[in-house]
């Protein structure tokens, strides 16, 4: 089980906090691009789940390209 404590410890290990003593924790000013990073990482990862269903299902590459379109709405 996770304490408070140790929760705390882990924002501020990881960047996503700054604790001053005696006034307590506020929120960091992240290094916006590593969090885009991180972002980036985890569409990426998602994007390669949905390739892999894709060739499995012998959907083709401009399929998917047409479909990311449509997702972005840049045709009707």
Do not use: C, H, P, W
């Not at 949905?50 to 479909?67: P, Q, Y």
């Amino acid at each position: 089980m996770i304490t408070t404590k140790r929760a705390y410890e882990e924002l501020e290990k990881e960047g996503f906090i700054d604790t001053v003593e005696g006034k307590g924790s506020f929120v960091a000013m992240q290094n916006k691009e590593l969090l885009r990073e991180k972002k980036m990482k985890i569409v990426e990862e998602k994007m390669v789940e949905a390739v892999e269903e894709a060739r499995l299902l012998g959907i083709t590459r401009a399929e998917l390209e047409e479909m990311l379109a449509l997702l972005y709405g840049e045709k009707d």
